[in-house]
């Protein structure tokens, strides 16, 4: 796996959610104590078992949002330590590690329509990529807070506009659901319509003579 050759990388499950057919990427900073703690067991998933996965399925029930349209990933997928030993969260220069691995997955995702990224670091390297890649997938993005309990104090917020975000999502995929139908259906005949015949000189000089037959 060229994503994980040089750093511990907790990969997601291949059958997990969407996998590939993904038309929602929801896109996290880091992997977070727990996944890191599992090593090679363990998995950036909609399944994992913590306050921060648990808000994002809260909000996901609250949407229309279908999670097997969906693909947890995170935009630096190997563990950040401080020298202490400690999680830390994303700078500069890690997202700029990390950009060939998401330009990897995001080469992967043909079916994709909107990318969700939570929380500034998640944003900021999707920003990035988008705007150092020479060819980036360019879809609508919606960015919301990060959904970890350290920011309690607007978490109702959060919530909130997590859930509206993943029912735009949700509007965006049905829309472009409907539009490949429309175009796989087949040309409906049009009806042919005679020409409008281009008036003759007998037809101009007619209607000069009824013309001066009326003023008479």
């Known amino acids: 796996n060229t994503i994980r050759e040089n750093h511990d990388a907790p990969?997601?499950?291949?059958?997990?959610?969407?996998?590939?057919?993904?038309?929602?990427?929801?896109?996290?900073?880091?992997?977070?104590?727990?996944?890191?703690?599992?090593?090679?067991?363990?998995?950036?998933?909609?399944?994992?078992?913590?306050?921060?996965?648990?808000?994002?399925?809260?909000?996901?029930?609250?949407?229309?949002?279908?999670?097997?349209?969906?693909?947890?990933?995170?935009?630096?997928?190997?563990?950040?330590?401080?020298?202490?030993?400690?999680?830390?969260?994303?700078?500069?220069?890690?997202?700029?590690?990390?950009?060939?691995?998401?330009?990897?997955?995001?080469?992967?995702?043909?079916?994709?329509?909107?990318?969700?990224?939570?929380?500034?670091?998640?944003?900021?390297?999707?920003?990035?990529?988008?705007?150092?890649?020479?060819?980036?997938?360019?879809?609508p993005t919606l960015a919301v807070p990060h959904p970890s309990p350290v920011n309690g104090h607007r978490r109702q917020e959060a919530l909130q506009r997590t859930t509206a975000a993943l029912e735009r999502a949700a509007d965006l995929c049905r829309r472009a659901a409907h539009s490949l139908v429309r175009s796989q259906l087949p040309p409906t005949p049009r009806r042919r319509t005679s020409a409008a015949r281009r008036p003759t000189v007998a037809d101009m000089l007619g209607t000069l003579r009824r013309t001066a037959m009326t003023i008479l």
């Open 11 to 139: 990969a997601s499950p291949p059958l997990m959610r969407a996998g590939t057919s993904a038309q929602v990427l929801l896109l996290m900073e880091a992997p977070g104590p727990r996944t890191v703690a599992a090593g090679d067991l363990g998995f950036s998933s909609l399944d994992n078992d913590d306050p921060t996965t648990r808000q994002v399925r809260r909000a996901l029930t609250l949407s229309r949002l279908d999670p097997a349209q969906c693909l947890r990933w995170n935009v630096v997928p190997w563990a950040l330590t401080g020298p202490d030993g400690r999680r830390r969260s994303p700078r500069v220069d890690d997202l700029e590690d990390a950009r060939p691995a998401l330009s990897a997955l995001l080469a992967e995702l043909v079916d994709l329509r909107v990318v969700v990224p939570f929380g500034s670091a998640a944003l900021e390297g999707w920003m990035r990529y988008l705007t150092l890649a020479e060819h980036p997938v360019v879809v």
